[in-house]
């Protein structure tokens, strides 16, 4: 797996994590180290593209999991309680992580392990960097 890091700017800096490879149990820690850096760096706002990532495990949705509680547990939006009503009435998106470019079989995953309930995919760059 290889990552590359860029900048895209919108409403505010986002963070472009190029993924290149497959997030599983050998590289999702390397994944989630890099991220973390970058979070002790100063950057709030991240959009993790998949392009190039034809397999994500249940480590590397793991992984994404823990990012976005530690973004969370930073910057706070709302309370907790008004997240778990935000995810379960479908209205609650995290406002500091976006994936971009899912495959089809990751997506299908991502959805079936709810995921998308709280964290939003895009098939657009520009509209994803729009959307923070």
Sequence with gaps: MDIKVSTQNGRVPV???HVDGKIDSSTYQAFQAKVEELIEGGARYFLIDLSHAPYI???GFRALHSLFNHLRALSPDVTDEEMRQGIN???YKSPH???LNLSKEARMAFEMAGFDMYIEVFDDMKKAVEAF
């Design 89 to 91: 009435a479908g209205t």
């Design 97 to 99: 992580l976006k994936l």
């Design 57 to 59: 495990s249940s480590a």
């Design 15 to 17: 963070t472009v994590v």
